[in-house]
């Protein structure tokens, strides 16, 4: 808006300086037609002066007086009157002149002056005469200019007027002009850079101008795409970076569980399994008091304890690619729930499984599957120490797999294991499939690290939500064995 009211100020002031120019001019024109018109009136007091003369010489002084009179009497607004250069103060025929236009007429001259009279402003020309023995004498010729003052008072005031006028009019429309075709646009370029300079890239100007501040604004345009596209590959490589670096991480983990794993079974496996064996053999042994023999069946279990942790961080560690292969995913629920029936039982937990009967075909291990799977059942079980509903569903969807899982988007069979249990906080979401993260006392961190790597090895993706008090839920996505087929027969062969 400001610069539509300096383009105003600058168009109101080139008007204005236009219409003084024309105004100079047009006053200019009227001075060479007064001018003009004194010249004129000279030359008719000097053709009436020589007709006086001459009458007076031919006629007399009467006749010459009765001529100027019948001149004078047609016309109000100009007179002629016969005067006596020489008259007295007071006298009549005394003309009201200096002595310097005194000096001019004794010479021969005409004088000119302009008075304010009773009837308005009056031009006064005075001719001499030269009529020999006579007074020095003069024809006075007077005319009234009240209409040339009128005329000058109202051409002046039509040009303030037209003037003032013509610069409101084109002042206003400049105004609107310039806040339609500059303001505004300039607005909104000022408001799409600060949104640009905030982040905020959405939106477009679109303006329909076909100037250069339309030209503007497409660029605009079209380089905040260009920044938004930019950011978001930006976000992409960085989320992509990111999630390698976490996977360099959790291999790094993986590689140190493994060297760790690999060095206990080598160093506490025989010393296991010979405690394992004599436990088993004090808990048989009739000799003993029950209490030792309770004694021995605790030191054969924790012996076993300590030998399953040792088997699940081999399997961590173990890159064991799994035989993909099309797999009932009904059937295999099915079977865990058959394995882990006892302990559902013990602790209260009623498992329910939704969905259709029919079979769901995934294309993924069996056996590996059947552990994942035994893994979040187990899980959800020990998350509801005081019993609950343990629920299991099976559904198929359309859906992409995360970016940190090859593959692509096609149909895919989710499993949903959902608890009733105490939830899990926010903060430890993030945490929950890392090896040896557990917020249980007797756990060992090491379960849902492993269903992970087992999910991700068929190709698939897990994920977790909770709240604290409001129970977990596992979701499982495996691709169609259909799915996985048709993919294969549609990849590239490698050369």
């Given at each position: 808006m400001k ?10 002031a ?7 120019a ?31 003369e ?18 004078s ?5 100009r ?10 103060v ?5 003309p009201?002149?200096?002595?310097e236009?005194?000096?001019?007429l004794?010479t021969?001259?005409s004088v000119t002056?302009?008075r ?11 001719v001499?005469?030269?009529?020999p023995?006579?007074?020095?004498a003069?024809?006075?010729y ?6 040339q ?7 002046h005031r039509?040009?303030?007027v037209?003037?003032?006028a013509?610069a ?13 075709l ?8 000022r ?14 100007l679109?303006?329909?101008?076909r ?9 605009i ?9 930019a ?8 989320e992509?970076?990111t999630?390698?670096v976490?996977q ?25 399994n010979?405690?394992a064996?004599?436990g ?5 042994a ?5 209490a ?9 279990e ?19 690619r ?7 995913l009904?059937?295999?629920?099915s079977?865990t ?7 559902a ?5 009623n ?7 029919a079979?769901?075909q ?13 893994n ?11 019993g609950?509903?343990?629920t299991?569903?099976?559904d ?5 797999p ?5 593959g ?8 949903t ?16 499939f ?7 006392e ?5 379960g ?9 090895a ?18 499982v ?15 590239p062969?490698?050369?």
């Amino acid at each position: 808006m400001k610069l539509a009211r300096k383009l105003t100020l600058a168009l109101v002031a080139a008007i204005f300086v236009v219409m003084a120019a024309y105004a100079y001019v047009q006053t200019r024109h009227e001075v060479m037609l007064f001018d003009v018109d004194v010249q004129r009136s000279r030359w008719f007091g000097r053709g009436t002066a020589a007709a006086i003369e001459e009458i007076w010489q031919q006629g007399g002084e009467a006749r010459a007086m009765e001529l100027l009179e019948t001149i004078s009497s047609g016309n109000p607004a100009r007179e002629m009157r016969w005067v006596w250069l020489d008259a007295p103060v007071g006298d009549p025929r005394r003309p009201d002149i200096s002595d310097e236009d005194r000096r001019v007429l004794a010479t021969g001259g005409s004088v000119t002056n302009v008075r304010e009279m009773a009837d308005g402003l009056r031009r006064f020309i005075l001719v001499p005469m030269s009529i020999p023995g006579s007074r020095p004498a003069a024809v006075e010729y007077s005319e009234n200019l009240e209409q040339q003052r009128l005329y000058l008072r109202t051409s002046h005031r039509g040009l303030v007027v037209a003037t003032s006028a013509i610069a409101l009019i084109c002042g206003l429309i400049a105004l609107w002009l310039g806040h339609w075709l500059v303001g505004r646009p300039v607005g909104l370029l000022r408001d799409k850079a600060r949104k640009i300079a905030a982040g905020d890239f959405s939106g477009s100007l679109a303006l329909r101008q076909r100037d250069e501040i339309g030209e503007l604004a497409a660029e605009i345009d079209a380089m905040s795409d260009r920044i938004r596209e930019a950011r978001d590959k930006l976000a992409r490589e960085t989320e992509a970076r990111t999630r390698a670096v976490e996977q360099l991480h959790h291999a790094d983990r993986l590689a140190t569980a493994g060297q760790l794993a690999s060095g206990v079974a080598h160093e506490l496996g025989t010393p296991l399994n010979v405690i394992a064996a004599r436990g088993k053999m004090i808990a048989a042994a009739n000799a003993w008091t029950d209490a030792v023999r309770q004694n021995g069946r605790i030191i054969t279990e924790q012996a076993e304890r300590m030998s399953g942790i040792i088997r699940q961080l081999l399997d961590l560690s173990r890159q064991r690619r799994p035989k993909l292969g099309p797999a009932d995913l009904r059937s295999i629920v099915s079977r865990t729930l058959d394995l882990v029936s006892s302990a559902a039982t013990a602790a209260r937990v009623n498992v329910i499984v939704d969905g259709a009967r029919a079979p769901v075909q995934v294309e993924a291990d069996q056996n590996q599957l059947e552990q994942a799977l035994t893994n979040l059942v187990l899980n959800g079980i020990q998350a509801m120490p005081d019993g609950g509903r343990l629920t299991l569903s099976i559904d198929t969807a359309h859906a992409r797999p995360p970016a940190n899982v090859a593959g692509p988007a096609g149909q895919y069979v989710v499993l949903t294991v959902a608890d009733e249990g105490i939830g899990i906080p926010p903060e430890n979401l993030p945490h929950i499939f890392e090896p040896f993260f557990t917020t249980r006392e007797q756990g060992t961190g090491l379960g849902l690290a492993i269903t992970h790597e087992i999910v991700r090895a068929c190709g698939g993706s897990i994920r977790v939500e909770g709240t604290p008090g409001g129970g977990a839920t596992f979701v499982v996505e495996l691709p169609a064995a259909e799915e996985r087929a048709s993919s294969d027969r549609t990849a590239p062969s490698a050369a």
